[in-house]
């Protein structure tokens, strides 16, 4: 089959088939072997429970357990801040489009925008134990929008800005307390004569 038409289906299930024989042998280390892939229909909790289906993983946290695997995955291969910053931006992209289109946000696809020469490498990286990102994962704007934006929000302050400022119109002395910014819009600065 090539095309799975989800329009059509109530829900399917992926199902890893490595993970859900180590679960057998280490039912404590290995937990997430199942992946719900939905159609337009809702999802019933009572199809879940029939299935025995009994970890199931917010959009928060697989949004959670994605950003902190690309991470250390960045970390860990010597990545730069620079390169780091474009991946970012790349992956939170690609989730927020297949969010918009209402399509599956794919562990293997990312893996091919992290490293399109290796594009299994992120995929084997992040669904190992330690990170446990589904093949699926679910879309949590709030948690996936860092990875593209830095924001912050007090009683007197509000700010977000894209982390492809940070460095360049943006600048941070972290010793002073000081955030910098350069360039700004002739609108931006009539706001002040409000």
Request: charged letters at 30%.
């Amino acid at each position: 089959m090539k095309n799975l038409e989800l329009n059509k289906i109530d829900l399917a299930t992926l199902i890893n088939i490595s993970r859900w024989n180590l679960s057998l042998t280490n039912a404590d280390d290995v937990k997430t072997y199942l992946a719900f892939i939905r159609g337009k229909k809702d999802i019933s909790d009572y199809f879940q429970n029939f299935i025995g289906c009994a970890d199931k993983t917010t959009a928060t946290e697989s949004s959670t357990k994605l950003k902190n695997a690309l991470h250390s995955y960045c970390s860990e291969n010597g990545y730069d801040n620079a390169k780091t910053k474009e991946k970012e931006r790349k992956v939170y992209e690609y989730c927020q489009y297949c969010s918009k289109n209402k399509k599956e946000i794919q562990l293997s696809h990312i893996s091919t925008i992290i490293d399109d020469e290796n594009p299994n490498s992120f995929a084997e990286y992040a669904s190992n134990e330690k990170f446990s990102v589904s093949e699926i994962i679910k879309y949590d704007s709030k948690t996936l929008r860092t990875l593209k934006f830095v924001e912050y929000q007090s009683e007197d302050l509000s700010i977000r800005l894209n982390k492809q400022m940070i460095g360049k119109t943006a600048k941070i002395d972290k010793i002073k307390k000081i955030l910098t910014f350069t360039n700004i819009s002739d609108e931006l600065i009539a706001q002040f004569d409000k």
